[in-house]
């Protein structure tokens, strides 16, 4: 019956349905299921499967955006304030910098990153870099996120790579995406990585956490 019960939360999840989806992890939790076993054969099972579908050039952003949110909702259901935090593996700072207010893409990101066991800050849209920074720094961040929608927003880009190597932060990765950040290079931008989608962002990272093992 848990088989089951995990292929419908893993079918939930990929089809962005949110209310089935944390029905279903009420379920779980009911008949005795542990939370880490629904996360890494539930929650993490549906995102390799997505994944495996943007790697086939079958991506649909929409299709991502609801699955990003339902991961979310789970990962709350799973993890309220009273319960103890899920191991992560690292925290990654996300935002869009001053003078973008969209957030989709970090929206996105962070329902991924989440559902492969990364702690997420999300200093929300329209984010000055000196913000950002302090965010990383207090929160001991390995890498920060930032997606641009609007062009206008490259020089900030630029600048949060002065500003983390003048505050001797060097050591965390920058990660850029969005439309107008994955037209440039990680040269042009200052960035460590440019990732086309969530995915890559999130494979980026995993090599890191290879890297230092």
């Given at each position: 019956?848990?088989?089951?019960?995990?292929?419908?939360?893993?079918?939930?999840?990929?089809?962005?349905?949110?209310?089935?989806?944390?029905?279903?992890?009420?379920?779980?939790?009911?008949?005795?299921?542990?939370?880490?076993?629904?996360?890494?054969?539930?929650?993490?099972?549906?995102m390799?499967?997505?994944?495996?579908?943007?790697?086939?050039?079958?991506?649909?952003?929409?299709?991502?955006?609801?699955?990003?949110?339902?991961?979310t909702?789970?990962?709350?259901?799973?993890?309220?304030?009273?319960?103890?935090?899920?191991?992560?593996?690292?925290?990654?700072?996300?935002?869009?910098?001053?003078?973008?207010?969209?957030?989709?893409?970090?929206?996105?990101?962070?329902?991924?990153?989440?559902?492969?066991?990364?702690?997420?800050?999300?200093?929300?849209?329209?984010?000055?870099?000196?913000?950002?920074?302090?965010v990383?720094?207090?929160?001991?961040?390995?890498?920060?996120?930032?997606?641009?929608?609007?062009?206008?927003?490259?020089?900030?880009?630029?600048?949060?790579?002065?500003?983390?190597?003048?505050?001797?932060?060097?050591?965390?990765?920058?990660?850029?995406?969005?439309?107008?950040?994955?037209?440039?290079?990680a040269?042009?931008l200052?960035?460590?990585?440019?990732?086309?989608?969530?995915?890559?962002?999130?494979?980026?990272?995993?090599?890191?956490?290879?890297?230092?093992?």
């Amino acid at each position: 019956m848990n088989k089951h019960n995990m292929k419908v939360l893993i079918n939930a999840l990929l089809d962005g349905d949110q209310a089935v989806a944390l029905e279903e992890t009420k379920r779980l939790l009911e008949n005795g299921e542990g939370r880490e076993r629904i996360i890494s054969d539930g929650v993490e099972a549906a995102m390799t499967r997505l994944d495996n579908k943007c790697t086939a050039d079958q991506f649909n952003l929409l299709e991502i955006m609801l699955a990003g949110r339902a991961v979310t909702a789970v990962i709350k259901e799973l993890y309220p304030p009273a319960v103890p935090p899920l191991q992560t593996k690292g925290t990654v700072v996300t935002g869009t910098l001053e003078g973008d207010v969209h957030d989709l893409g970090k929206t996105i990101l962070k329902g991924v990153l989440t559902a492969k066991r990364y702690r997420v800050v999300d200093c929300g849209k329209d984010c000055p870099v000196e913000k950002m920074t302090d965010v990383a720094e207090i929160e001991a961040a390995m890498a920060i996120c930032v997606s641009g929608l609007i062009t206008t927003v490259i020089p900030q880009v630029r600048l949060l790579r002065t500003e983390i190597v003048g505050r001797g932060l060097g050591h965390i990765k920058l990660i850029a995406g969005g439309a107008a950040l994955k037209q440039g290079s990680a040269g042009s931008l200052g960035v460590d990585f440019v990732a086309d989608t969530a995915f890559d962002a999130l494979h980026y990272l995993e090599s890191l956490m290879e890297m230092q093992k």
